[in-house]
């Protein structure tokens, strides 16, 4: 028996919206918005070709320890944490644990990797 923590499942954004609330996740989006009022990020990730999710990630557990220029719109971001409960026909809820920017980054690159090892379905 393991006491660590529980391990994330790597996932692409557009396949948040089906794992289950509760399920700890890491995955990648792009700023496109910042709620300063509800610490709560929009990011979107257009992959595959032809999806527009978009996912409402809560960051007020992480804002003391945030990089700079985190939440400014068009940065890429990687996050860890967990799939909450959304209202109604929203976004996918997270509920961030760490969350940090990705730095240089080739997209096309990240994109066929992951695709390859998951074969779209996330993985632990």
Known sequence: MSWGPVPSKLCLLSQLQHVPVGDK??????VI???TGTA???LGHM??????ETVRVNI???LETIQPG???VGQWVNVVGYIREGKGSSPVHVQALLVWLTGPLDLGRYEKSLQDQM?????N
Do not use: A, I, K, Q
């Open 70 to 72: 985190l939440t400014h």
């Open 33 to 35: 918005s910042y709620d």
């Open 47 to 52: 992959y595959p070709p032809g999806t527009n």
């Open 25 to 30: 996740v890491r995955f990648l989006g792009c």
């Open 40 to 42: 709560c990020l929009m």
């Open 119 to 123: 074969g779209l379905d996330c993985v």
């Open 60 to 62: 007020e557990l992480v």
